[in-house]
Each structure stands twice: as C-alpha cells, then as structure tokens.
C-alpha cells in the first residue's frame, strides 16, 4: 500500500469555481502535513502546512482529520494561476517525507 | 542565485555509462533529500542524509549510491545506467525536525538510452 494516496485527476473546472482535494496517508504515526504545487517540469513548491484545527491562507483552506488519515484542500474562487498539480506530503517521525502522486487541476476560462 | 543548485539539468547517456548528478546548497540545512520523480507516481525517495556522516536508503535505492562530501554538498551517482533510471531527479533540503518545508532545486533531467 502507497504511503500517500491522491485522485490523480484531472480536475477541470472554470475560473471562479471552488474544487477540494482529499489525500489519505497510511502511517497513523506521521506528525506533519502539507500540500505542496508543482508546476509542469519545475520543482515542487510548499503551499501550505496543515494542521489539526484546520488552517487557511487566502483562499486556500486545509484541513486534517488523523481519526480517519485523511487531509483536504478546498480552493475557492479558482483563478487561471492555480492551475498546477497539487501533491500531499506527509512527514514521518523519522524526519522522511512521502509524497503522493498528486492531483492535476486545469481551471478553465 | 538560487538556494539549492543542482547539476547538470539536463543530461543524455548511453545504458551502461556512469553519471553523477550534483547538488549543493547554501541553506546551511544538515537534511539533503534526493528524490527521483516519474509521470503518475509521483516523487520516490532514492537517499537521504541527516548530516556528513550519516547515509540512509530510500524507498528506491537499488542502482543509486550517494556522497555527502560536505554539509553543504550531496552527490547522486548511477554506476552503470539503464534505461528505467530515465527521470527527473530532484535534490531537496530541510532545516530539521518539526520544520517541514523542503526546499527543492530545479530538477535534473536525464534520459538514459
């Protein structure tokens, strides 16, 4: 079983949509999350961490829920820009961090 | 100039030949990450270390060995290269327990023929 499972997509969905991505991680002794973008062919980049109380910056929301292993991203007012990949990472205690395979948003005109 | 520099960037060679892609940075980070990246799995950790004296195995180690020279330098070599090691392979750094972020350089891109 993958460390971290995401729906590949695509997601395509028009500017001003809201689009929410789920994550699930099997190590229920991982200590932190975040969602990293990546767009095509360059590095990854740190979005934003996650916490357990859920956190927010600008229009991104994310939340994590440890009972059930699962981690979100919810989007509002998708703009033309935010169109990447979107990868959940999980840190472990060992300071090792599993990528998933990533979820591909295309936000349409 | 950025923080962590990979090179080359881009490189073609032959099945059987012997490559070593570099990595340094100027984070001042002791946890340097080299991580391979395929289309649909995502990034797959090759090696890591936590400081000059310290070398461990990732999910994906067999074919692959690592140098960390210095704090600042830590070297992926393929010794006889096959075509399955065609990727993107992504060096990363971090600054130490409960900091999460990696910091990543561009990417090398090799393609083994």
């Known amino acids: 079983r993958k460390e971290v499972e995401q729906d590949p997509g695509p997601f395509n969905v028009p500017e001003g949509a809201t689009v929410a991505f789920n994550c699930t991680y099997s190590?229920?002794?991982?200590?932190?999350f975040f969602w990293y973008r990546q767009d095509c062919r360059k590095e990854p980049k740190l979005l934003m961490s996650?916490?357990?109380s859920g956190n927010e910056d600008g229009r991104f929301t994310a939340q994590l829920n440890r009972a059930s292993q699962y981690i979100s991203l919810l989007i509002r007012d998708s703009k033309l820009s935010d169109s990447a990949t979107y990868l959940c990472v999980v840190n472990t205690n060992f300071n090792k961090f599993y990528f998933g395979s990533g979820t591909k948003l295309n936000v349409k005109p | 100039d950025a923080d962590v520099t990979q090179t080359p960037r881009n490189r073609i060679t032959k099945t059987g030949k012997r490559i070593m892609l570099e990595c340094s940075q100027t984070k001042g980070h002791d946890r340097m990450y080299w991580y391979r990246q395929d289309p649909g799995l995502g990034l797959r950790l090759i090696y890591y270390?936590?400081?000059?004296?310290?070398?461990n195995k990732g999910e994906i180690s067999d074919g692959y060995s690592v140098s960390r020279q210095a704090q600042a330098k830590f070297s992926l070599s393929l010794e006889s290269a096959i075509p399955n090691q065609t990727a993107l392979y992504f060096c990363a750094t971090s600054g130490g327990l409960n900091t999460g972020e990696l910091f990543f350089g561009e990417g090398s891109r090799l393609t083994v023929l």
């Open positions: 190590n229920s002794a991982s200590q932190s």
């Open positions: 270390s936590f400081d000059v004296k310290d070398i």
């Open positions: 996650v916490y357990s």
